[in-house]
């Protein structure tokens, strides 16, 4: 059975769609084309490469997300440090160690840019602040004067992964024909977070969907409930207060749209109270969210076809166009 998979962004919360697509595999599902936002990009960017769920189980349960966290020791300086960071950077945490994890991770299947895979396979979505609009790479490329064969997968996840004020924006430089006229400053696209705009694309597939031999091509979402539980954040100070915003602004955007047209569509993967940023989560709670994922694609794949999916997709996408 042949899909598109579309993965949610949550932060460490992210092995819980690797157990999900586990769960895809057991029931004979291959992924036609990949996007993802945030962790969402990370698990899509794998797929693309030719992971399996088992071996990215391996390398997300090996590594440690606070090896994600690093600044200079002169920034460590309990309040004024971070404070000083965030004015100068614009984030608590830099981003590059995420950038060479991911980089190594695809170098181990011989991938570095997006020419490296099959044309239209991966997709990565990311936040434009500069000009503020959404971002779709590698596709949003070639209008900014950049090649997108040459472009580096690992510096597009990063752009995804860049949560504001927790990480660095990225700043991607215009190439000479479009920085021309432009002040220094001006070349420069400050790129954050893709779930500012759309954490769950799941709209990314809709108007390309079919085969080559008119058939559609299901596109399944994968994404991560639980963010709005009942457990408020707990509000100490200014940190703390944008952590929560941030979660609040990552975790709001596309429900309404995904409760009123995507059911059918979507795995749901409980998170189990895991937040977002929760960057000290230990090897225990990571094997329950994978588990978690692992469940959820169960339930998910055991009672799905293909042609239930067909006649939900038209209904809706009928629906939809008459509301527009």
Same mark, same amino acid.
């Given at each position: 059975?042949?899909?598109?998979?579309?993965?949610?962004?949550? %932060?460490?919360?992210?092995?819980?769609?690797? %157990?999900?697509?586990?769960?895809?595999?057991?029931?004979?599902?291959?992924?036609?084309?990949?996007?993802?936002? /945030?962790?969402? /990009?990370?698990?899509?960017?794998?797929?693309?490469? %030719?992971?399996?769920?088992?071996?990215?189980?391996?390398?997300?349960? +090996?590594?440690?997300?606070? $090896?994600?966290?690093?600044?200079?020791?002169?920034?460590?300086?309990?309040?004024? *440090?971070?404070?000083?960071?965030?004015?100068?950077?614009?984030?608590?945490?830099?981003?590059?160690?995420?950038?060479?994890?991911i980089?190594?991770?695809?170098?181990?299947?011989?991938?570095?840019?997006?020419?490296?895979?099959?044309?239209?396979?991966?997709?990565?979505?990311?936040?434009?602040?500069?000009?503020?609009?959404?971002?779709?790479?590698?596709?949003?490329?070639?209008?900014?004067?950049?090649?997108?064969?040459?472009?580096?997968?690992?510096?597009?996840?990063?752009?995804?992964?860049?949560i504001?004020?927790?990480?660095?924006?990225?700043?991607l430089?215009?190439?000479?024909?479009?920085?021309?006229?432009?002040?220094?400053?001006?070349?420069?696209? $400050?790129?954050?977070?893709?779930?500012?705009?759309?954490?769950?694309?799941?709209?990314?597939?809709? =108007?390309?969907?079919?085969?080559?031999?008119?058939?559609?091509?299901?596109?399944?979402?994968?994404?991560?409930?639980?963010?709005?539980?009942?457990?408020?954040?707990?509000?100490?100070?200014?940190?703390?207060?944008?952590?929560?915003?941030?979660?609040?602004?990552? +975790?709001? $955007?596309?429900e309404?749209?995904?409760? =009123?047209?995507?059911?059918?569509?979507?795995?749901?993967?409980?998170?189990?109270?895991? %937040?977002?940023? =929760?960057?000290?989560? !230990?090897?225990?709670? /990571?094997?329950?969210l994978?588990?978690?994922?692992?469940?959820? *694609?169960?339930?998910?794949?055991e !009672?799905?076809?293909?042609?239930?999916?067909?006649?939900?997709?038209?209904?809706?996408?009928?629906?939809?166009?008459?509301?527009?």
């Amino acid at each position: 059975m042949l899909i598109n998979g579309v993965f949610e962004g949550g %932060g460490v919360k992210g092995i819980s769609l690797a %157990g999900a697509v586990r769960a895809a595999e057991i029931h004979g599902v291959r992924f036609q084309r990949v996007a993802g936002t /945030s962790s969402g /990009s990370i698990v899509a960017s794998l797929i693309a490469a %030719g992971y399996t769920a088992e071996e990215m189980k391996d390398i997300i349960m +090996s590594t440690s997300f606070t $090896h994600f966290l690093k600044r200079a020791a002169i920034f460590n300086t309990p309040i004024v *440090g971070p404070a000083l960071r965030v004015m100068l950077k614009k984030g608590l945490y830099s981003g590059e160690a995420l950038e060479e994890w991911i980089r190594k991770v695809l170098k181990s299947k011989g991938v570095r840019t997006f020419g490296d895979l099959e044309k239209g396979k991966l997709t990565i979505i990311a936040s434009d602040i500069t000009s503020g609009r959404i971002l779709i790479l590698p596709d949003d490329l070639a209008r900014l004067g950049i090649n997108p064969e040459t472009f580096e997968i690992a510096k597009a996840v990063r752009m995804s992964c860049s949560i504001p004020y927790f990480f660095d924006p990225v700043l991607l430089r215009l190439p000479a024909k479009q920085a021309k006229g432009k002040t220094f400053a001006g070349q420069f696209l $400050h790129i954050v977070d893709g779930g500012m705009l759309s954490n769950f694309p799941l709209w990314l597939f809709d =108007q390309n969907c079919r085969s080559p031999g008119g058939k559609i091509i299901p596109t399944v979402g994968f994404q991560m409930v639980g963010k709005n539980s009942n457990q408020p954040h707990v509000i100490k100070g200014p940190f703390s207060m944008l952590q929560a915003m941030v979660e609040t602004m990552l +975790s709001a $955007h596309d429900e309404r749209y995904i409760e =009123q047209f995507n059911r059918y569509r979507t795995v749901k993967i409980p998170t189990l109270g895991v %937040g977002t940023t =929760q960057f000290d989560i !230990d090897k225990k709670e /990571s094997l329950l969210l994978y588990e978690s994922g692992l469940m959820a *694609g169960n339930r998910f794949f055991e !009672d799905w076809n293909t042609q239930y999916y067909e006649e939900q997709f038209i209904k809706y996408q009928q629906a939809k166009g008459m509301e527009n």
